[in-house]
């Protein structure tokens, strides 16, 4: 399991199809969950990159494929939160993605960019088809 830096305020496992509306809903839940611990700071750029990764592995990562599922796993404490969402896809290349620069217009592409600009910390594992992100929760209002 992930973990903060502490002793877990919240935690939080869901595994759902690869369905833009049900990352809806789970991301409403995930910014309910961190408001109701008092995690406000956090709340913000938790929603934001759950609902980027999210969507990552249900539309590039699963193919829009229903059938295939995307879990996520949060934990938090007061000093940060720490996100994990694995899709049932083939990876891709973070290190390339991660040296790439995209344009500002671009319309896809920019996942990268929002994790470095919000998360403290951002680890792939070796396919790339997991991420897992660090979130402070000191200035990310």
Same mark, same amino acid.
């Given at each position: 399991?992930?973990?903060?830096?502490?002793?877990? =305020?919240?935690?939080?496992?869901?595994?759902?199809?690869?369905?833009?509306?049900?990352?809806?809903?789970? &991301?409403?839940?995930?910014?309910?969950?961190?408001?109701?611990?008092?995690?406000?700071?956090?709340?913000f750029a938790t929603e934001l990159l759950a609902r980027e990764s999210l969507c990552n592995g249900a539309i590039h990562g699963n193919m829009g494929n229903l059938d295939k599922k995307v879990s996520l796993e949060i934990c938090a404490d007061?000093?940060?939160? &720490?996100?994990?969402? =694995?899709?049932?896809?083939?990876?891709f290349n973070w290190r390339t993605q991660c040296s790439a620069l995209r344009e500002s217009d671009s319309v896809s592409g920019r996942g990268i960019h929002l994790y470095a600009l919000y998360a403290d910390r951002m680890e792939f594992n070796e396919i790339g088809n997991q991420i897992t992100l660090w979130i402070s929760t000191k200035a990310n209002a």
């Open positions: 399991m992930i973990q903060p830096s502490g002793k877990a =305020t919240i935690s939080l496992r869901r595994e759902i199809r690869s369905s833009l509306a049900e990352i809806h809903l789970l &991301c409403a839940e995930i910014r309910a969950l961190l408001l109701a611990a008092n995690l406000e700071n956090a709340a007061q000093t940060g939160v &720490c996100l994990q969402v =694995t899709d049932e896809g083939n990876g």
